[in-house]
């Protein structure tokens, strides 16, 4: 199988070079809009060969690696290519992407998510094992035809990840409070921080709970703000709890209830036995 990645950052060239170790395939092209992120995919041996957008049309597998905004604009370039060409998208969210999917192409189309990244971007943040022992959640693979469903689960077991099945709606508002939220909050910290504090105190001072706090707060800007347009009403819903969550320890510290505080915080140090 020939197999085309359209967008060579971290999760394209991630992808490139996963794939490379399997037998399914016999060749890899990439296409990325930044000459240079071409240059630099193919120096690091990513993907075989840089191609056009034409001739990544033609491959038999055609993965969109790039932001959430870009794969609606990218499907509606892709409505003509053969019945047999499956496409994959790897967004974070889901429901505006199912739902804009040209017709013509619907059976082709798998809706994926691997849960695994990092906060880095470009082909030179592309790791080998990223997808290895990792989930990826397909969605709404009702509307996808036998030949692209198979063919998705036998790609994505090769490399290692296992797979979920979730429709896109429920997808989205869970990735909302577990992955969209976290980085809402990330920015949020950096940005008090910074409000607060001179860059040699940070410095200084930082230890690893705000090293480990602050690290997705390096994530693409670009990236995260078409996802959180994708996700507005769930993101919106998943920041009023949060909210709530903040006014609850407030309360709690301005009353000098430390009974309740330590009662809240039992609670919240719960969730690392099911992680
Ligand atoms: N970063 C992460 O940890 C994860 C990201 N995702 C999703 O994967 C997708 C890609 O993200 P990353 O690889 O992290 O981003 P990235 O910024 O590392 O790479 C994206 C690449 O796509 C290129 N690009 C952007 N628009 C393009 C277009 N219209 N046509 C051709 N090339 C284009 C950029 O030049 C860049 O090289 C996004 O949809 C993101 O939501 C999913 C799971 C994890
Ligand atoms: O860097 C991290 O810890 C992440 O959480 C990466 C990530 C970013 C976006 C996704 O849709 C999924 C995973």
């Known amino acids: 199988m020939v197999v085309g990645i359209v967008g060579l950052g971290l999760m394209g060239g991630s992808l490139g070079l996963a794939l490379q170790n399997t037998k399914l395939v016999s060749k890899i092209v990439g296409f990325d809009h930044n000459l240079s992120h071409c240059e630099e995919a193919l120096k690091l041996g990513l993907i075989h060969d840089i191609v056009s957008f034409a001739e990544i049309k033609t491959c038999d597998v055609i993965f969109l ?24 998208d790897l967004g974070s969210t889901k429901a505006e992407i199912v739902a804009s999917v040209p017709e013509s192409i619907r059976s082709n189309f798998i809706a994926a998510h691997p849960m695994t990244g990092t906060e880095k971007f470009g082909p030179s943040a592309a790791i080998q094992n990223l997808y290895h022992d990792k989930v990826v959640v397909l969605c709404d693979t009702d509307n996808s035809n036998d030949l692209h469903k198979n063919r998705a689960i036998q790609m994505f077991s090769h490399i290692g990840m296992k797979i979920v099945f979730m429709d896109p709606i429920s997808h989205d508002a869970h990735a909302s409070f577990i992955s969209h939220l976290p980085h809402v909050i990330s920015y949020a910290l950096a940005n008090s921080v910074m409000g607060q504090e001179d860059p040699k105190s940070i410095l200084a001072l930082a230890a690893g ?8 707060a390096k994530s693409s800007p670009q990236m995260w703000s078409d996802i959180f347009r994708q996700n507005k009403n769930n993101l919106l819903s998943s920041i009023e709890v949060f909210e709530q969550e903040l006014e609850k320890s407030k309360k709690m510290i301005e009353e000098e209830d430390w009974k309740g505080l330590e009662a809240w915080m039992s609670k919240a140090t719960t969730l690392h036995k099911i992680l």
């Open 209 to 216: 709970g705000f090293r480990d706090m602050s690290r997705v």
């Open 65 to 88: 690696a790039i932001p959430v905004g870009g794969i609606i604009k990218a499907l509606q370039d892709l409505k003509d290519v053969q019945d047999t060409t499956t496409i994959i």
